[in-house]
């Protein structure tokens, strides 16, 4: 089977399943899963606290439908597992349309969708439905019957992990975010393509290791990194994985640290492919996916996420019309494989690190201080050689390769290139 079609047949098996922040529908995707990759599914225990938050309470719900006063259903949970509020209580009774409306949420301004709502932390219920379908069924004065069957319990939070050990133990994070119901590109998307793109690390061999988390989005990575804080403040870079399957335009969105060399690395591979400006750029900002847990003061580890209709930015987004018409397996591969070369460059990395980066280097000693000043770079805004040893030598903290001093000094490839060779040549640098 070829590998678009495989992904379609993911897609499809777990577009229906209700997912949110706990419950049978994550540890049912994550076993669905399991059948692609080995990877291992864990829990943390509700009430556990991680940092500053507490793992809640498990949900799970079987069923959940109103009835009109001729005992129609008319909205029905089976349909769709949008109209329920994710995390909403347990109820049934009749009520009045005046006091249901109070329950209800659609958007007036996009008539036929059904929105997308949770309440995790705040007890409550509530149901979702087209504004049109609002319009047509719901009346104040009628009696309606409201059932929602669902239960809270002391049970656990479910996570996947995979980690594909590289040559060195220096990991690079692949996460990605599974508490979303029947909504395709945020992120079903994100889920089936990380788990492929685990499938084909797998089958290479490696420099970096690579920690591929599948976790509930925001309590899930707060979890996570609660328990593996150690482990999670050594991390290289990483990415986080959402809505990378609709058909708009790739974008990426820059990690907290715009000058990090992920950020030039995943511009590099997007203008390789479509062309200079051919792609959107977010930068980075306080809201969005996990980026906001793993660059958090206390980590500060830099991830991008790719994005092919980046959440927030096309108006399907968190309402029923994300769904299977709007994503593709073919979009979801293309994004893949931009992952994949924007991995293939992190792996061929060459790193430059000075033999004593303590204090400035003698350069006198390594012939490498001029005997007579005047010497300037024709064309480099007056620049001397001199300079661009001396401005080299000064970013050179062994994380930077030649693309990222080029960046960050702003200066021609062609003198950074002479001079990284120039002073390799004398035995000041060394490749890391
Ligand atoms: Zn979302």
Redesign the pocket.
Known sequence: MDRVQNIENYLQQLFPICRSITGEGNRETLRILSELIPLKIGEYPSGQKVFDWIVPQEWNIQDAWIKNAQGEKIIDFKKTNLHVVSYSEPVCKKIKGVELAKHLHYLENYPQAIPYRTSYYKKDWGFCLSFADYKKFIDADEEYEVCIEAEFKNGGLTYGEWLIKGKKPQEILISTYIC?PS?AN??LSGLVLTAFLADELSKKKCNYSYRFIWIP?TIGAVAYLAHNETIMKKIAAGFVVTTAGGPGMMGYKQSWDADHYLNQIVAEVLSDEYGAGQYKIYPFDGHGSDERQYSSPGFRINTVSVTKDK?YDYPQY?TSQDDLNFVSAENIEQTLKIYLKVIDKIENREVYRRVEPHGEVMLSRHGLYPESGGAQIPGNMRMTELDVILKVLFVMDGSMSVTDMVYRLGIEEKLVSSVIHKLEKCGVIEKT
Request: glycine share 0%; no cysteine; proline share 0%.
């Open positions: 979303h909504l945020d992120n989005e959440y968190h």
